[in-house]
């Protein structure tokens, strides 16, 4: 667990590239991917604090609901809805993360 928390900053030195490196992949293999750069964010904020891994969670989030939705993986399109609902809620976005949880209940997954 302590290597993991150091190892975030290896994968994110690849993200800059990340619309290259989907380039050509499948839909899974594009949000596999998606879901690296996620959990390399997500423990570079339980490592720093850093609000800017939070919004970059939920700019990867956003991208992976179409995939989920495309790969018919409605339980994880819910989730990853929610993570966004959570993550919009901690940055004050009440609104806007009111939204996402109303469409992952939509979802019914």
């Not at 949000?31 to 604090?49: D, I, N, P, R, V």
């Not at 939920?58 to 409605?74: A, H, M, S, T, Y």
């Amino acid at each position: 667990a302590a290597d993991e928390a150091h190892d975030w900053r290896g994968g994110l030195q690849w993200e800059g590239r990340v619309d290259e490196l989907l380039e050509g992949q499948a839909d899974d293999g594009c949000e596999g991917l998606l879901s690296a750069f996620k959990k390399a964010h997500q423990l570079g904020f339980k490592s720093t604090g850093c609000s800017d891994h939070a919004l970059s969670v939920i700019r990867l989030d956003k991208r992976r609901v179409e995939l989920l939705g495309q790969l018919q993986r409605f339980r994880d399109q819910s989730s990853a809805l929610c993570s966004i609902g959570e993550h919009l809620n901690f940055d004050g976005q009440l609104q806007e993360s009111a939204t996402y949880f109303q469409r992952a209940r939509d979802l019914g997954a």
